[in-house]
Each structure stands twice: as C-alpha cells, then as structure tokens.
C-alpha cells in the first residue's frame, strides 16, 4: 500500500520550534510534487508549501515565509518541515501529500498549493500553548 508514514509533532511553547518527517511507503519521492498541509479545530484543510520535483523554489503560505522551511533528503527518501517561531494559531493537524509529475516540465504545484494530491501521510498533531 502506497502512503505517506509522518512524525515529529507534538506540544510545544509559542516561540518554539519542531520539524515534522514524511516518509513514503512503498515509492520514492523522485517525480513527485511533495505538499504539506494544514487542518486547525473547525477550520478547512489549507495548504503549508508545495515543493515540485522539478528543482524549482518551494513555495509558502504567507504565514509560513520566514518560518517555515522545507527540505529533502534523497538519500532517506524523506521530506522535513522545520516550523520556527511557532504560534498558538500554528496549532493544527499537518499532512504531507505527494503528486505525481513524471519526467516532463509540468509542476503539480500551483503557489504553495499541492495539486490532485494522490497519497496522503496520517497527519500528525502539532499544538502550541504555553
């Protein structure tokens, strides 16, 4: 079965920092477009950052610029999201997500939004409070 395995969440002081793993099961991330997403109590899904496999930027939610940052390691075949700054309004459920884009120039991402995501990880809780 083809799906994300994520961790790294947890309860964490504003101001605080966590960095949350996605790893896939049963594929490599080469050829996809790899998006984190968002889903606080009460509100819709939103989307963190979109990183396409085509090498271009990552790209972030504006209340994620400057605080957020994502990176991959191939060798691991695993995606990170390190959250700094953490505020009580980061409290949500995060998901990472993966769209296929194959060896062509077109980018699954549009902004910081992961389009037609194919696989989803379980999510993982991140709570800030002090």
């Known amino acids: 079965q083809l799906q994300f395995v994520e961790s790294g969440g947890g309860l964490v002081q504003p101001g605080g920092s966590l960095r949350l793993s996605c790893a896939p099961s049963g594929f490599t991330l080469d050829y996809y477009a790899v998006g984190w997403f968002r889903q606080a109590p009460g509100k819709e899904r939103e989307g963190v950052s979109c990183?396409?496999?085509?090498?271009?930027?990552?790209n972030y939610a504006d209340y994620a610029k400057g605080r957020f940052t994502v990176s991959r390691d191939d060798a691991k075949n695993t995606v990170y999201l390190q959250m700094n700054s953490l505020k009580p309004e980061d409290t949500a459920v995060y998901y990472c997500a993966a769209s296929w884009e194959g060896t062509g120039v077109r980018t699954m991402c549009a902004g910081d939004a992961l389009i037609s995501p194919h696989f989803w990880g379980q999510g993982t809780q991140v709570t800030v409070s002090s």
């Open positions: 990183s396409s496999s085509k090498g271009y930027e990552t």
